[in-house]
């Protein structure tokens, strides 16, 4: 990922796997984030950038179009980040498109 990592993690919450990256790009800050769960309608992935009060969606990613569905499972007790690495690669690409 381009930029400097500020946060970057990845949680279960209430049935399903996030997973989330803050990143200092160039002075702005962009935030990736990819949920999945059981059901294919409900997953996302968004790509948000910070106004200094407020985080604006620049771009999303539908649950059926996101290439972690299947790699992960809400019942896992566990889940390798990687799984996520081609969702949040396409939500940057997009989102460095629309910024810089």
């Known amino acids: 990922m381009r930029g400097r990592p500020i946060p970057d993690k990845t949680y279960r919450h209430s ?13 702005k800050k962009l935030k ?3 949920e999945h769960n059981a059901h294919v309608f409900q997953p ?3 790509a948000r950038l910070w106004d200094g009060t407020k985080w604006n969606l620049v771009h999303a990613i539908p649950g059926e179009e996101l290439q972690t569905y299947g790699r992960t499972s809400y ?5 390798e ?9 396409e939500l940057e690409r ?5 910024v810089l």
């Open 32 to 34: 990736y984030e990819v």
């Open 75 to 79: 019942t896992s007790k566990s889940v």
């Open 15 to 27: 049935q399903s796997w996030f997973r989330e990256v803050v990143l200092d790009v160039e002075g």
């Open 94 to 98: 997009v989102a460095m498109a629309v």
């Open 44 to 46: 996302w992935g968004r």
């Open 81 to 89: 980040e990687d799984a996520f690495d081609e969702d949040l690669a």
